[in-house]
Structure formats: C-alpha cells, structure tokens
C-alpha cells in the first residue's frame, strides 16, 4: 500500500521532488531488508545471509541512483554479483545448470538483437547485463521460488529496456509497471528468507576452514572418498554434497569438543559402521569415521592406505587425503 501510494505521489506530482524519492525509497527497501532479517536470524543458512547482503546492495543501488546513475548502476552490479557468487557457493553445479545458462544467453541475446539491431553500444550493454541474467536464471534454478523471483527481475529490467527503445521515459504506467514488477522480485527474495533450507552443497573454501581448524587443533584426519579423490588430483574447486574425513579414534573427544564451534551437530550415527553424520548451516554436511591411525598411514576396512598432505591454494601446510597408491 505504501509503495502504490509513494508511486503516485511521485509519478503524478512530484518527480523532481528528490526529498519524496529519498524517503519513499529508503523506506520501501528498509522494510524489505529488516523482514528479510529476521526471517534469515530465525533460519540461518549461508544462502540466506548472503541474500541480505544482495538486498542491502539493492537499496543502495536504488537509493544512490536518485543523485547518480552511474553510482546507483555499480551497487545493482554488485548485489547481481554477490547474489550470483551467494548461488554458486550453496548450488551443486551440474550439467543441467551449465545447459540451462547457454540457452538463456542465446535466449536473451536474441531479444536484444532483436530490440537493438542498429545500436552496436546498446546491444553490448545489455547482452553484458544478460550474462549476468543468464547466470542467476541458471544457478536459481535448482531452486524454484528463487527462479521464480530472478525472473519477476529480468522481467522489470525488460519492461525497463522496452521503455527506453520505444517510449518515452515520462510514461506514467510503464515506470509504475517497471518499479511494481521490480518490488515483486525483492519481496519474493525477502519471503523465501523465511524458508529453512539446509546447505546442499560443500565447498572448497568449506574444507579449507575445516582443515585449518582442525590441524590447529592438533587433530589428526584425512580426507576420503570424494573430497579425497579430488584433493589428490588436485582439483581445487571441486563441490560435492557432503564430505568425507577419517580421524584418529584417539582424538574423538577432541573432534567431538572442537565442532560444535563450527556450528556441526550430530544427526546420524551408524554405530555399526563407526560412522557419524554431523550437519552446519554454514558448511554442509560432514560424514566422519573415527579410525586406526598408524605411522604409515589410516585403516579402513581391512587395507591400510598411506595419507599424504597435498598442496592447497589456501593452505600452506597441505591438505591431507589418502595417497592414489595403497600397502
């Protein structure tokens, strides 16, 4: 109700009225932003406070561009990107995804051509801005309340380049339409805030604090099944669904007293299997089996495997996972 009313005030009366602009702006996105707050403070996940970060960039960017364009276009750049990198980091990448991110390049790309076929500068612009699009349409979409809302987005900033090519900007129902439109994709953004969703993808920089943490704490482990594969063959910015660690059944108590501070709890255990599955908001699930650890290396199963500490790019003393060659 606010937004229709602050809309009218100042499509209607007061559109040079730079101190309606500041208040009815500001107000509008603190709203968003404070509900998006709690909602995120009640249910936190890594997604979701990254998220409050896209939406402060947001009203920043709406806020500054009523002094400058350019400043107000470098905060939406920003928020677009910290909402991309906030997608990437809690998003399992697959091959739908990379599928998905070309179709819609080739999808925007044509529109554009489309729209702008005899401006060379313009088409360049915005094919840029469709990339970054693209990429939010195809992380988002794993996620459908997240799709949903980049595409309420890029449809505002269609309706937004359809106005600039063809009408004039002074338009009272395209500009309320664009902003409307707009307001609908922050508040989609802000309501899934709400939702309790758990971390569904583990990341390098995810095994890199754990690894820190742990050699830190003088607590002997290495890494197995995939996290190890992919550490021995160096592939560094690798994501699995959850990671895999031995660790020396003498430093159990140490592990048990040192995760809880990375925000881990225990929601399985296989007794049977000496196998504990422990869960963080922030870093994802941690499959953990408490071992025989020897000066060769750590027994799983029957076989013993050697453990070598493999290079990391963010970790000088190495990262440690079982060796390619066995004993």
Excluded at 69 to 88: A, D, P
Excluded at 115 to 133: G, Q, V, W
Excluded at 250 to 267: A, R, S, T
Aim: charged fraction near 20%.
């Amino acid at each position: 109700m606010f937004f229709i009313i602050y809309s009218i005030l100042l499509y209607r009366f007061g559109r040079q009225c730079i101190p309606l602009r500041i208040v009815g702006t500001t107000v509008i996105n603190f709203c968003f932003i404070f509900f998006a707050y709690i909602g995120a403070t009640k249910n936190r996940s890594l997604r979701n406070k990254m998220l409050i970060g896209a939406l402060i960039l947001y009203a920043l960017g709406d806020i500054s561009a009523i002094f400058s364009v350019i400043l107000g276009g470098i905060f939406y750049l920003s928020g677009h990107l910290l909402l991309i990198y906030s997608l990437y980091v809690t998003t399992l990448i697959t091959k739908k995804h990379v599928v998905c991110f070309f179709a819609f390049v080739l999808l925007l790309a044509t529109i554009l051509i489309i729209l702008f076929n005899d401006d060379l500068k313009s088409f360049s612009i915005y094919f840029l801005y469709s990339i970054i699009l693209s990429l939010k349409f195809a992380l988002a979409i794993s996620y459908p309340k997240y799709f949903i809302a980049s595409l309420i987005f890029a449809l505002s900033d269609i309706v937004g380049v359809i106005r600039l090519a063809y009408f004039d900007d002074s338009i009272f129902i395209f500009n309320v339409f664009t902003l409307a439109v707009y307001y609908a994709g922050i508040a989609l953004y802000t309501l899934n805030a709400y939702d309790y969703e758990r971390k569904p993808v583990v990341t390098w920089r995810n095994m890199t604090v754990l690894s820190r943490n742990l050699i830190d704490k003088d607590i002997r482990f290495c890494f197995t099944h995939g996290w190890g594969k992919d550490i021995a063959n160096g592939k560094y910015l690798a994501m699995h669904s959850d990671a895999y660690i031995a660790v020396d059944r003498n430093d159990k108590d140490k592990l048990e007293k040192h995760l809880p501070k990375m925000e881990y709890k225990v929601v399985d255990c296989f007794d049977g299997c000496n196998l504990y599955v422990y869960y963080s908001e922030l870093f994802g699930y941690l499959n953990v089996s408490f071992r025989e650890f020897t000066d060769n290396g750590v027994i799983l199963g029957k076989k013993e495997y050697k453990i070598k500490n493999y290079r990391s790019l963010f970790l000088k003393a190495g990262i440690p996972a079982i060796a390619k060659n066995k004993t």
